[in-house]
């Protein structure tokens, strides 16, 4: 697809770390970017920056879905590009024991839902909206393409570790959707394809101590050191840009693989 002004494009989670540096990316190219996400101040702040168009939106929740996509499409237009970087994570191990008594504790339901609905079932739901209206747009020369979603797994999906149960549950699931999802959509032109992020500067990792950090860092391989939400953003836009590219999950993470813990 041929990136341009008369291409509009949503990307979920787009008021921080990866989603940000992939709506700047795009609109420095020339396309007219909705973010929705929960938080309104930053949000707002890179809409503003990149000349697009905010609206704060809860992934998990079919009204608010239809609501955000009806505001960003009254501003720019049905969008032929969708990227799903909306997520969350959690560090809970499937039983754990209480050190201080020995109680065993099995790990809670609502917070391995919660993981679930926003990285899957989130993920889910943005494109079963999207795609339905891609559907709509005439097809682009010279192969016919519609639109192209891109949804964001992770590499725990395929190397997770202690504590990761409901975050690679999650991504493990986005990962799995991508090639039926593909192929269910191909007749209609619309192409899709997950990134799997390996470890990056977002906020997730803004929190830690510097210390571990580093160490962090120092565990990938080459380069020894924490990606940079611009490099996915790279990645997203020659996605975008290579119609080829189709029902594919693509790691992006240093040769790292991680270890148990």
């Known amino acids: 697809m041929k990136l341009g002004q008369g291409v509009a494009a949503v990307v979920t989670g787009g008021a921080s770390g990866l989603g940000a540096a992939t709506a700047i990316a795009l609109a420095e190219k020339g396309v007219k970017v909705g973010i929705l996400d929960v938080n309104e101040a930053a949000g707002q ?48 191990r499937v039983v754990r024991r209480v050190k201080e008594t020995g109680a065993i504790e099995p790990h809670d339901l609502a917070s391995f839902s ?41 590499v725990a999906a395929e190397d997770g570790q202690i504590g990761q149960v409901a975050y690679s549950a999650s991504k493990g699931g986005v990962a799995a959707m991508t090639l039926p999802v593909a192929r269910d959509l191909s007749k209609d032109g619309i192409r899709v394809c997950s990134i799997l992020p390996g470890l990056f500067e977002t906020p997730m990792f803004a929190g830690l101590p510097e210390e571990a950090r580093k160490s962090l860092a120092a565990s990938v391989p080459f380069p020894s050191r924490l990606g940079n939400p611009s490099e996915y953003a790279m990645l997203a836009v020659h996605i975008c840009e290579n119609v080829m590219l189709n029902g594919a999950c693509i790691r992006l993470d240093g040769a790292i693989r991680l270890a148990p813990r």
């Open 45 to 92: 702040a890179v809409a503003e920056r990149i000349g697009g168009k905010f609206v704060s939106c809860d992934v998990t929740n079919e009204e608010s879905v239809d609501a955000a996509l009806s505001a960003v499409r009254a501003a720019h237009g049905q969008e032929r590009i969708l990227v799903n970087c909306a997520g969350i994570a959690i560090a809970k």
């Open 114 to 154: 919660k993981v679930i609905q926003v990285n899957l079932v989130g993920t889910f739901l943005m494109m079963s909206k999207c795609a339905a209206g891609m559907m709509t747009l005439d097809p682009l020369p010279p192969d016919g393409e519609r639109g192209v979603i891109i949804n964001t797994a992770s």
